[in-house]
């Protein structure tokens, strides 16, 4: 089967009707043993220091892992991304256009997702098919989030690790369910944590590595993280066209802020904290994020996969303490 790249959650119903194998290029590269050195290749290949690390590793891992063929969401993504979609066609990779749009259009969208099924040659009753078996997994993972923070036996990293996973579940939807179910089965023997502190990670997902383990050695614990969920495509939807509209990470910040404000007090979330990356133009979004969260926000920087730094860690230590200091 041939595997076909992205570089953003696209509509992964198409890439499953189509019989191609998904690669969310990011997943590749952030778990790769040489994620550092994949920045380096792509330095040294020409990218610019001052480029976010995630467009240079997803650029070195698509050409290391031989991808031949990459969907370049062209709007609902970053600028970036579009460089980094013409530098890869001239290495020779194809790159099927798709673009969110910033309205959130359903007519728009629709006609989007149909440009993408002719050019993987599939037909609607086998996307909805597709859906269906999706969705079964999904919901298996929706149960995870649920269990952390309703009942407290999943640690943030788990959360991360197993909602992150949806936007290409691993690139094998069977052997990700197992894995899925296992580990469900584990959880029946677990205890309950017992934080002191519960908290919220909002933002692009964490290029550093050792956060959420750093956070519970501090009695802390992530129970919401806002990105990678929205990759489990968390409500439902029976409609694709609804399903892809509903998902709001392509669009714009007020719209992410509707989600992150109602699962704030769902979830009973003392503090949050809004995760950026070095050189990305979301940290500007920083202002509005601090501006409409009514909660204690420690906005967090990260650059190249590494992990957690010192300067990091000190400033974490002292949110935290803050927040304890509250009660
Ligand atoms: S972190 Fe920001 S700059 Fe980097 S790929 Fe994502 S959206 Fe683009």
New binding site residues.
Partial sequence: MDRVGF??TIPLEILIAAGKIPVDLNNVFITSPQSHQLIEDAEIEGFPRN?????KG?YAVALKEGIREIIAVTEG?????KALMEVLSLKGVATVPFAYPHDRDPQTLRLEMEKLMRHFGVERDAVYEAKERLDVIRRKVWEIDRLTWEENLVSGGENHYFQVATSDMNGDPDVFEAEIDAFLGELKNRRPYSDQIRLAYIG?PP?VEGLYPFLESHGARVVFNETQRQFSMPYGATDLVEQYRAYTYPYDIFFRLADILIELERRRVDAVIHYV?S????QIEDMIVRSKIPLPVLTLEGDKPSLLDARSRIRIEGFLEMIEGRD
């Fill in positions: 570089t953003t480029i976010c690390g995630w467009i997803i993504d970053c600028s970036n991304t692009v290029i990356q050189f990305c133009f979301r």
